[in-house]
C-alpha cells in the first residue's frame, strides 16, 4: 500500500512538473520521497538540471517506467517464471512441469509478463517459445537471483 501510494505522489508532481510548460505557475520541486513539497527555486525551470545535474522531470518519467516495472514484477510466480528464463528458452510445458502449476496458471502468468512486453515469443512448431524480451531485464532478474535464491 506504501509503494502505491508513493507511486500516485510521484505520478502527481510529474503531472505539476509538465503543467508548468503548459503555462501552469503551480511548479512543485520533487527531489525525494519524503513527501515534502517546495516550489522550485527562483529561475528555475522546470526541465532545468538541478543543482546536483539531475533533471527531476527526467527522473520522474524514468521512476514512472520503474514503477510500472516492479509492479509487473511483484508476483512471485512471475519472478521465478523470469527467472528461469534467464537460463534460456523454455516452452509453456517446461514452464508448467518446472514450477509444478497447471497450464492456465502459468499461461495467466505468461499472459502478464507478455503485455508489459517483458518476455517475448516465438513459434516453434505447435509449441510457443517464450525468452526474456529486453538484456535490462536480463539483468534486473539476476540481481533479484542473486541476492533472494543464492543465500
Aim: charged share 25%.
Amino acid at each position: 500500500m506504501r509503494v502505491g501510494r508513493q507511486i500516485g505522489e510521484l505520478s502527481r508532481r510529474l503531472w505539476l512538473l509538465r503543467s508548468s510548460n503548459a503555462g501552469y505557475s503551480c511548479v512543485m520541486k520533487a527531489d525525494s520521497l519524503s513527501g515534502e513539497n517546495s516550489p522550485l527555486p527562483d529561475g528555475q525551470e522546470q526541465g532545468t538540471p538541478t543543482p546536483a545535474g539531475l533533471d527531476v522531470a527526467h527522473m520522474l518519467d524514468n521512476a514512472v517506467e520503474a514503477a510500472a516495472l516492479l509492479k509487473a514484477l511483484s508476483h512471485e510466480t512471475r519472478l521465478v517464471i523470469l527467472c528461469l528464463l534467464i537460463d534460456g528458452k523454455k516452452t509453456v510445458r517446461e514452464l508448467e512441469l518446472k514450477l509444478k502449476l497447471r497450464q492456465p496458471v502459468v499461461s495467466q502468468q505468461l499472459a502478464r509478463l507478455r503485455a508489459d512486453e517483458l518476455v517475448e515469443t516465438r513459434r516453434d512448431g505447435k509449441n510457443v517459445v517464450y525468452s526474456i524480451a529486453r538484456p535490462e531485464i536480463t539483468t534486473i532478474i539476476s540481481a533479484i537471483y542473486r541476492t533472494f535464491c543464492l543465500r
